[in-house]
């Protein structure tokens, strides 16, 4: 058995121990969800350990965080060697890396970024993708709303974005289904609490963009690169429920879920054979697991 520590942090600057991983109790981001994160995988590999799209998650990261006034003080390369130097350090091969930028304790005005520090922490630690062990997600259409982009920018991977994905998780659990599927303010198919949304017919793939209010996976990415390396059509644009409920395959994408089949959406059971989708899925785990060479360059060996 591993006797390396459950969590391993970096904080503005340094590792740090876990009795000093705490954040002051009148910090910013603590009332207001006013922080920025990202959600990255490490695996073992014939190779040796590799973090999956590192560089992808940390741009994204910079992108959220300027939305916001955070004023990270690292260069990306630093937060690179940041991750690789935390995830050394847990001892762990297979492991969820969680940077997080959030505005500190100076004030709760609501204009932290002309008063609040930046702070930048890094945590390592184990967390089984939501689809181990899991044939698929029985789903419903959540009555919570997708937040409009007018309100809050979806594409930005914001703190207090996520209390709207909070409510629609927590719903849909009390109601006995695994996932829930958020529709925007046009009534169309936004996405999953934490998941991007494919549909299949016809054995192309279907997803949506910035314009249904949805974030830009870097799962979703990897899922549409995949499909053109595989030969499988691929469309982006609005997916109406009836279109869910009349595909032949359902699935969602993102990094704690990976790729997982949706089993049904409310009544609506999809067929037990999924061709499509079990593809996508078993390139996709064998890239990440560095099996497939092809995709060699998402991949950050320690």
């Known amino acids: 058995?591993?006797?390396?520590?459950?969590?391993?942090?970096?904080?503005?600057?340094?590792?740090?121990?876990?009795?000093?991983?705490h954040a002051p109790l009148l910090s910013h981001a603590l009332h207001y969800g006013t922080s920025v994160f990202e959600g990255i995988r490490a695996y073992p590999t014939p190779r040796g350990v590799a973090i999956f799209r590192l560089d992808d998650h940390l741009r994204r990261f910079f992108a959220s965080a300027e939305a916001y006034g955070l004023k990270i003080a690292y260069t990306l390369e630093r937060l690179h060697e940041a991750c690789c130097e935390t995830l050394r350090a847990s001892g762990m091969e297979d492991a969820y890396l969680r940077p997080l930028a959030y505005?500190?304790?100076?004030?709760?005005?609501?204009?932290?970024?002309?008063?609040?520090?930046?702070?930048?922490?890094?945590?390592?630690?184990?967390?089984p993708p939501l689809s181990a062990g899991a044939p698929g997600f029985r789903a419903?259409?959540?009555?919570?709303?997708?937040?409009?982009?007018?309100?809050?920018?979806?594409?930005?991977k914001?703190?207090?974005?996520?209390?709207?994905?909070?409510l629609a998780l927590q719903d849909a659990k009390a109601r006995g289904f695994d996932e829930a599927i958020l529709l925007n303010v046009?009534?169309?198919?936004?996405?999953?609490?934490?998941?991007?949304?494919?549909?299949?017919?016809?054995?192309?793939?279907?997803?949506?963009?910035?314009?249904?209010d949805v974030l830009?996976?870097?799962?979703?990415?990897?899922?549409?690169?995949?499909?053109?390396?595989?030969?499988?059509?691929?469309?982006i644009g609005a997916i109406s429920v009836e279109a869910l409920f009349g595909a032949d395959e359902a699935f969602f994408t993102g990094t704690a879920a990976e790729v997982i089949p949706?089993?049904?959406?409310?009544?609506?059971?999809?067929?037990?054979?999924?061709?499509?989708?079990?593809?996508?899925?078993?390139?996709?785990?064998?890239?990440?697991?560095?099996?497939?060479p092809r995709f060699d360059d998402w991949l950050t060996y320690l």
């Open 186 to 212: 046009k009534g169309d198919v936004a996405e999953g609490t934490g998941e991007n949304l494919f549909i299949v017919k016809d054995g192309a793939i279907r997803t949506n963009d910035a314009s249904a």
């Open 158 to 166: 914001g703190g207090g974005h996520y209390t709207n994905s909070v």
């Open 103 to 127: 505005f500190g304790d100076e004030t709760i005005a609501l204009s932290p970024s002309l008063l609040c520090s930046t702070h930048v922490a890094l945590a390592v630690f184990r967390f």
């Open 216 to 235: 830009y996976g870097i799962t979703r990415d990897s899922i549409l690169r995949i499909a053109e390396r595989e030969g499988i059509p691929s469309s």
């Open 262 to 292: 949706i089993l049904s959406v409310d009544d609506r059971v999809f067929p037990k054979t999924r061709p499509v989708t079990d593809k996508l899925r078993a390139v996709y785990a064998n890239a990440a697991r560095g099996g497939d």
């Open 1 to 21: 058995m591993s006797t390396a520590p459950a969590r391993t942090y970096w904080i503005d600057g340094s590792l740090a121990l876990p009795e000093a991983a």
């Open 140 to 156: 419903t259409i959540s009555p919570i709303e997708k937040f409009s982009s007018r309100a809050m920018p979806a594409t930005v």
